[in-house]
């Protein structure tokens, strides 16, 4: 009796050992954007796997790393080269590893939220010059995002805004609520060079806003005249991964091609410019802060611009 539970004993002890030693799977960074072929290729003299051809060790990198979406691991993926499940269960289990990247998917869809505080100043066609100050306390809007097969992107976005309007000078009004903002993007996204590091980008801007009304302030009121425009938009961005997070820089230039006024007049002609940067704090979450500038004209009339604000957005998909 005395051995069988001192055999008894040494089994529980090995068995204990052999959990406490199992070794933790492999997980590497895809440093840059390649297939599961390549990854096999490169990772197959140096795991377990090795005794596999190269394509049937792809097909369980795959198998693996089922929270990888994309038809290969992207620059910033975490994923796994060698088996994750364990030896001591029957089941094929495997924690699953977050995508770091924000993108690292065919589809997209996101929320975002916006505060943002604007700075204008208009020169009237009567001589008289505004300066107003133009503030959002909500911006929110929904973006699409369509990866391509090269690994180029689509994307749209659209968004409706709160303004308010404070400390006018010149006029006797104050704390004037202003029509809602709305405005709408389409762009085309393309890749330079493998790494996708960085990035240009094409499209168009649309935006509804509102103007003071001359007609208001010659009689010392202040008062609103709405305006839409189209923009042709170029543009550049910055995708780094810095171990689980990313940041992302985008600067644009857009240029007013179609426009229209309520008033009945010529619409705006001019530019705009955007500078975002922001952050990836997870698979899902985002922060982000901005400046736009527009530089616009009309007759005799020019208005001008400048508008900071900080965002969080959040992915559904």
């Not at 993926?77 to 060698?82: F, N, P, Q």
């Not at 869809?109 to 100043?121: E, I, P, R």
């Not at 085309?188 to 509804?208: Q, S």
Request: aromatic residues 12%; neutral net charge; contains cysteine.
């Amino acid at each position: 009796m005395k051995s069988l539970i001192l055999i008894l004993s040494i089994l529980c002890h090995l068995s204990a050992w052999a959990f406490d030693i199992e070794p933790t799977p492999k997980i590497i960074a895809i440093e840059e954007d390649t297939t599961w072929l390549e990854v096999a290729k490169k990772y197959n003299d140096l795991y377990i796997a090795k005794y596999k051809p190269a394509i049937d060790y792809a097909e369980e990198l795959k198998r693996w790393n089922k929270h990888i979406k994309t038809q290969g691991p992207k620059t910033g993926d975490r994923i796994y080269v060698e088996p994750p499940s364990s030896p001591f269960i029957s089941w094929n289990y495997s924690q699953p590893l977050e995508p770091t990247d924000f993108f690292s998917r065919k589809f997209n869809l996101l929320a975002f939220y916006t505060v943002s505080k604007g700075a204008f100043q208009e020169k009237l066609s009567n001589g008289a010059t505004i300066d107003f100050d133009q503030n959002s306390p909500g911006t929110l809007g929904l973006m699409v995002r369509y990866q391509l097969a090269n690994k180029d992107s689509l994307s749209a976005s659209i968004y409706g805004s709160k303004l308010t309007t404070s400390t006018v000078t010149g006029v006797s009004s104050e704390n004037i609520d202003v029509p809602l903002e709305i405005g709408a993007t389409l762009y085309h996204e393309i890749g330079i060079g493998r790494t996708r590091t960085f990035n240009y980008y094409y499209g168009l801007d649309y935006e509804k806003f509102s103007t003071s009304d001359p007609t208001k302030v010659d009689v010392g009121e202040f008062g609103f005249v709405s305006n839409t425009m189209t923009f042709v938009t170029g543009g550049l961005s910055m995708y780094k991964n810095f171990g689980k997070h990313n940041i992302i820089a985008k600067i644009s230039g857009s240029y007013g091609v179609l426009s229209s006024s309520s008033d009945g007049r010529d619409g705006y002609k001019g530019y705009k410019t955007i500078g975002t940067l922001t952050y990836i704090s997870s698979s899902r979450l985002s922060y982000n802060i901005f400046v736009k500038n527009h530089s616009l004209t009309r007759d005799t009339d020019e208005l001008s611009s400048t508008r900071i604000g900080l965002g969080v957005g959040l992915r559904f998909y």
